[in-house]
């Protein structure tokens, strides 16, 4: 499911967008770096993630997170996160480094892809890659 190709525009952007819902349906998108992709199935996000994304993982594990390049294309992952773990906080130790709104906590989230689809602004079909 995750061929070389997915790996290697991973690593040459190196950031990514992940979606998520509440229990009510309202959408929520953040972004971060730190992607890690294994084989067959797996996606690894470690980043600093908002309360928002992590109140909604707590209700709904099922996210959509996509890698795209300058051009707005790359793939779509969907799948649902089997894992959370807080790997860092910033609690006001360097507070000229640190942003406001404290504490900041760094999560790595462990993903089960269930599908891949290409990600484009051109016409596309939404159907799984092979």
């Not at 959509?64 to 992952?77: E, H, K, L």
């Not at 996160?81 to 404290?102: F, H, I, Q, R, S």
């Not at 790595?108 to 051109?122: C, H, P, S, Y």
Request: a negative charge; charged letters at 20%.
């Amino acid at each position: 499911m995750i061929s070389e190709k997915i790996r290697e525009l991973s690593e040459r952007v190196g950031h990514a967008f992940v979606a998520t819902c509440d229990t009510g349906g309202h959408p929520h998108l953040a972004a971060g770096r730190g992607i890690t992709l294994f084989d067959p199935n797996r996606l690894v996000f470690e980043s600093w993630f908002c309360p928002t994304t992590m109140k909604n993982l707590q209700d709904n594990p099922h996210v959509s997170v996509v890698i795209a390049d300058d051009t707005g294309n790359g793939y779509q992952f969907v799948g649902k996160v089997e894992k959370a773990t807080d790997t860092a906080v910033l609690n006001g130790y360097a507070p000229d480094l640190e942003p406001a709104g404290l504490p900041q906590v760094q999560w790595r989230l462990e993903i089960r892809v269930e599908g891949v689809m290409a990600f484009t602004a051109d016409a596309h079909s939404d159907r799984p890659l092979g």
